[in-house]
């Protein structure tokens, strides 16, 4: 185990380190080494999104992108979604709409909603499905999914003072 690369970042605002060799891939390294489990391997080829995270504010596959490839950057879990026991919005709407089946796939739905909601905020449904496309679920048929990322997205809209009557 010679040769390991020290790596700093900030994971779900906290300044986090650790050592890894140069080919360990990120989704490894936040589980094994930061120990936030909420991040899944799944297929392991960017394909399926059980990964997905953010990098510096952008959705990325963490298990196609090596841990030394985030040095110095900030990343957003899972983990950092809720506020201490308050879940986050997309949390709780999925638990409201049944967005979720075997939860496998759970971590990274949400992280691409988010995405999705941040790029698109008052998404289409079609759109919805055009975007939750990019994660993969054995388990269900994305009713659920699709209605918990309309009601987030509606409650924004009202929230922001678009949502009511005129």
Do not use: W
Not at 23 to 38: A, C, N, P, Y
Not at 43 to 63: L, Q
Not at 95 to 121: R, S, Y
């Amino acid at each position: 185990m010679d040769d390991l690369v020290d790596i700093r970042l900030t994971v779900n605002g906290k300044p986090r380190r650790g050592s890894c060799e140069p080919r360990k891939l990120l989704v490894d390294f936040i589980r094994e080494d930061l120990g936030l489990t909420g991040t899944h391997a799944g297929c392991e080829h960017g394909i399926c999104g059980a990964c997905t995270i953010f990098i510096n504010g952008e959705a990325a596959r963490s298990c196609i992108t090596l841990a030394v490839q985030a040095d110095g950057a900030e990343l957003m879990t899972v983990e950092g979604l809720a506020d201490g026991d308050r879940l986050h919005p997309l949390q709780q709407a999925f638990h409201e709409h049944h967005g979720l089946q075997c939860g496998f796939c759970t971590p990274g739905m949400l992280m691409i909603a988010l995405d999705l909601l941040n790029t698109v905020p008052d998404p289409t449904e079609a759109q919805v499905r055009e975007g939750m496309s990019a994660a993969i679920c054995r388990c269900t048929g994305y009713q659920g999914i699709v209605e918990a990322v309309m009601a987030v997205s509606k409650a924004r809209k009202q929230a922001e003072g678009g949502g009511g009557a005129a």
